[in-house]
């Protein structure tokens, strides 16, 4: 793949229609990126992953936990975390909508 074009609204439809609260959209050896979408006071049950991990929440309010650091996310917030820390989102206050990209691709 050498390009990629998209809307969120794309994206996102996808990932609805998919049924599941993430929804990947692109994957290449060095990275894959896709979008998370968590309803208000939802659960989230990640668990760690291989890869190191950067998330971009695009809308909602929740709180954020990963290693030893507890922080409040809203729109705009960047969060990073390495692989195989332990991290989730929790207090889920309104529906939370992130870009997610993984280095390497997500295995």
Request: glycine content about 10%; aromatic content about 12%.
């Given at each position: ?18 049924g599941k ?22 659960e989230d ?63």
């Amino acid at each position: 793949m050498k390009t990629f074009f998209a809307t969120l609204t794309e994206v996102d439809g996808q990932r609805t229609r998919s049924g599941k609260t993430y929804g990947e959209f692109l994957r290449v050896p060095s990275m894959s990126a896709g979008l998370y979408v968590l309803a208000a006071g939802a659960e989230d049950t990640q668990r760690p992953h291989h890869e190191d991990e950067m998330y971009f929440v695009v809308r909602g309010r929740a709180r954020f936990r990963a290693g030893g650091e507890d922080r409040e996310v809203s729109a705009g917030s960047v969060l990073f975390v390495a692989a195989e820390v332990e991290h989730r989102f929790y207090g889920i206050q309104e529906e939370l909508t992130a870009l997610v990209f993984f280095a390497p691709a997500e295995s």
